[in-house]
Structure formats: C-alpha cells, structure tokens
C-alpha cells in the first residue's frame, strides 16, 4: 500500500505480528522473535527489484536455463542499536549479505542525531544498501545516516522500519526524494519527547531487555 512518500506493507501476516509487537505485555524474547519474522516478510518486498542473472542449472532430468541473484554485492546496514533486531530476519533471505554498522543516538535534550560509531564494507558503494532502523520517528537518525551513506557514494539505498511516523516520512522525503522507505506501519502524532505514539515504546530496550 503507497503511503505518501512510504511503502506501508498491509499484508494480514505482518499487521497481526505488528499488533503484537506493540503490546507492552510482549516479552523481550517475543520481541525480538516477532521482530526477526516481520524483518524477513518485509524482505520479500523491499528485495523486489533485485537484478538477476541467467544460469545453467541442471535438474534431476534435464539441463535448463534459470535465474539467480546476480553478482551485485548486498548491504545490511542497521542504526544502533536497535536496528540490530532486523537483521536476523534479512540474512535468513540474503545470508551472503554484507553487515555494516552505524552507530547514531538521539540526543535527549535536542532530540538531534549524534555518530558514534561507523563500519561499513569495502564495496558499500556498488551495494545494494538495506538501512535498517525498527522506529523513524523524528526522521534525524535516518537523515543523518542517508547523509553519510551518500557522502561515501552510496547510490541505491532504502530505508526499512517497522513503524514510521508521518512527520519523519515527509522530513526524509523533502532531504531526500529519491531514497524509498519501507514500513509496517504509520502512526500519526511524536509525544514531548519525540516518541512514536501509539508506537510500542523503546524498540532498543524491548529488544534487548533494557526497559
């Protein structure tokens, strides 16, 4: 389903498990197996235009032509360090693809974007780049690492979230038009403390049991 600016993905498997990732009674072993399968169906879209490649595959009977994922390197890249959930999920589908890590946190009071730590592949320029951030809510984050992404000569990226606020899709679409976000949901309104709401509160901490 096209949101504007946002692909938000409707199918009934990742509406139930999203519902169920939003309820505070979710344990953060439930939390973190919901957040695995929602990354893997989101996968299935946001790898749709992968390019392939024709290969000779020989079958129980015969020869025949087929296709496989062609040689054009993958990137995983997950914010720090909630964006470590999703990327179980991803590698189940693409188990050749590359890992980088970017390390941004949300200044408390200013609520901007600040980079403390950076590790990207060799190759991240020609790779197909799969940001990975559970919560875009104010959208500073995901800017600032679009920007620096880009700053390397990074060409095809995409942003993937489980919720997303409408406030940072329309920020990330007036810095940057052309990089397509993936989302499971979209909540309206960011609290005081630019918060998703209803969202399902602090994905980092729900993962890995920090609340």
Known sequence: MQNKSAFVFDHPLIQHKISLLRSKDTSPKDFRELTEEISMLIAYEVTRDLPLKEVEVETPLAKTRTKVLSDKPIALVPILRAGLGMVSGFQKLLPNAR????????????????????????????????????????????????????????????????????????????????????CAAVDAELNENAYIVPGLGDAGDRIFGTL
Do not use: N, W
């Open 99 to 182: 890992v980088g890590h970017l390390g941004l946190y949300r200044d408390h009071e200013t609520h901007l974007p600040v980079e403390y730590y950076c590790k990207l592949p060799d190759d991240i320029t020609e790779s197909v780049v799969i940001v990975l951030d559970p919560m875009f809510a104010t959208g500073g984050s995901a800017t600032a690492a679009m920007d620096l992404l880009i700053g390397k000569g990074c060409k095809d990226i995409r942003l993937v979230c489980m919720i997303a606020a409408q406030y940072a899709i329309d920020v990330m679409y007036k810095l940057h038009p052309d990089i397509p976000i993936f």
